[in-house]
């Protein structure tokens, strides 16, 4: 029940009415890439690209690009989830040389709802984001981002309102480097999503091959709960 403070009384709850939204972490994930291969229980490998390897060593993913023209390689975790929620990634990239592009993204199983990171380029400070829904696809953009020649973090945050990027590097005092908001053809908050990451060589050969490390992946699936309400909660 709520307390109605116009008839003075209580009166029954239907639904989420005279109910406050509050917010509790569900699930806590995180992967550290522990043995000498990949987690089949944790991810799956979707595709595995010509002349490019996945390897697991010292705790860290990491995915060679090789040189062969269109080839790619997508992993995606096993675990899905629903918004809102969180992923940390903290990777890096052995070079940024040009034909190559690396995605770090979450997305239906349609791959219709996305929100993701790209790094493409020879710039080491810069990086992309961009969301999509449905056929609604938004405007790339490609702020200055930590350097990803060392371990970085990229993050993405999802809410039914809005999706936030930022990026900051590890094991570090520093705050953020950039935070950005979307609010524009943002996934649909009533699908289920997945963490993937891609790493693709364009359709001219790269100069030569890359690695891809991934340290960590981290998740921060929130619950959204409703509490009853009374005079000196919702009402004050």
């Given at each position: 029940q709520v307390w109605n403070p116009r008839t003075l009384a209580f009166e029954p709850v239907h639904g989420d009415v005279g109910a406050m939204q509050i917010t509790s972490l569900q699930r806590k994930w995180r992967e550290e890439f522990p043995g000498s291969a990949l987690n089949a229980a944790e991810w799956q490998v979707v595709q595995t690209g010509a002349g490019q390897t996945i390897t697991v060593v010292s705790s860290e993913l990491r995915i060679a690009t090789g040189t062969t023209i269109s080839a790619e390689t997508i992993i995606r975790s096993v675990r899905s989830y629903t918004i809102p929620f969180r992923v940390m990634f903290i990777f890096m990239l052995s070079q940024r040389i040009a034909n190559q592009e690396f995605i770090l993204e979450v997305l239906n199983a349609?791959?219709?709802?996305?929100?993701?990171?790209?790094?493409?380029?020879?710039?080491?400070?810069?990086?992309?984001?961009?969301?999509?829904?449905?056929d609604a696809v938004g405007t790339v953009s490609s702020p200055t981002i930590v350097p990803t020649a060392a371990m970085a973090i990229a993050e993405i945050e999802l809410f039914p309102d809005e999706v936030y990027f930022h990026s900051r590097p590890a094991d570090s005092i520093s705050a953020r480097v950039m935070s950005a908001a979307r609010t524009r053809f943002i996934p649909d908050p009533n699908e289920?999503?997945?963490?993937?990451t891609r790493s693709r060589n364009l359709g001219v050969a790269p100069a030569s091959t890359t690695t891809l490390t991934v340290d960590a992946v981290a998740v921060q699936d929130i619950a959204e709960l409703y509490r009853d309400c009374d005079a000196s909660s919702c009402l004050a």
């Open positions: 349609a791959g219709t709802m996305v929100a993701q990171w790209l790094f493409s380029g020879t710039s080491a400070t810069i990086g992309s984001h961009n969301v999509r829904n449905g289920t999503y997945f963490i993937q």
